[in-house]
């Protein structure tokens, strides 16, 4: 890694410390409902923490399928908490509805 990528590295661990888990993965594992969940997650916040609760050795084999899945970076693992990122996509321009002549002729 070069400096630049530890200097944001550090930046997402320092944000990350504020957030809660807004993703709990309970007995049940990685479903498909709870990738889906985390995708939207991800969509809407980019750096999310998600709560593990497994063993030691499932909870690394759960994060690698999550990052894999999601395209995701680890930016951190604590006992059962991870924190993980995306980039937003770049969001395409909205289509703007076509442009209407009032009766004057105007737009």
Request: aromatic share 0%.
């Given at each position: 890694?070069?400096?630049?990528?530890?200097?944001?590295?550090?930046?997402?661990?320092?944000?990350?410390?504020?957030?809660?888990?807004?993703?709990?993965?309970?007995?049940?594992?990685?479903?498909?409902?709870?990738?889906?969940?985390?995708?939207?997650?991800?969509?809407?916040?980019?750096?999310?923490?998600?709560?593990?609760r497994a063993e030691r050795e499932q909870r690394k084999q759960i994060q690698q399928q999550i990052c894999t899945e999601t395209k995701a970076e680890?930016?951190?693992?604590?006992?059962?908490?991870?924190?993980?990122?995306?980039?937003?996509?770049?969001?395409?321009?909205?289509?703007?509805?076509?442009?209407?002549?009032?009766?004057?002729?105007?737009?």
């Amino acid at each position: 890694m070069n400096s630049e990528q530890l200097k944001q590295l550090k930046q997402l661990k320092t944000l990350a410390h504020e957030l809660n888990p807004v993703i709990m993965i309970g007995q049940a594992g990685l479903t498909e409902a709870v990738l889906k969940e985390i995708e939207l997650a991800l969509d809407t916040h980019e750096l999310i923490k998600i709560k593990i609760r497994a063993e030691r050795e499932q909870r690394k084999q759960i994060q690698q399928q999550i990052c894999t899945e999601t395209k995701a970076e680890p930016i951190q693992s604590i006992g059962q908490i991870i924190v993980i990122y995306r980039k937003k996509p770049e969001q395409t321009k909205k289509k703007q509805a076509p442009h209407t002549r009032r009766r004057d002729g105007t737009r």
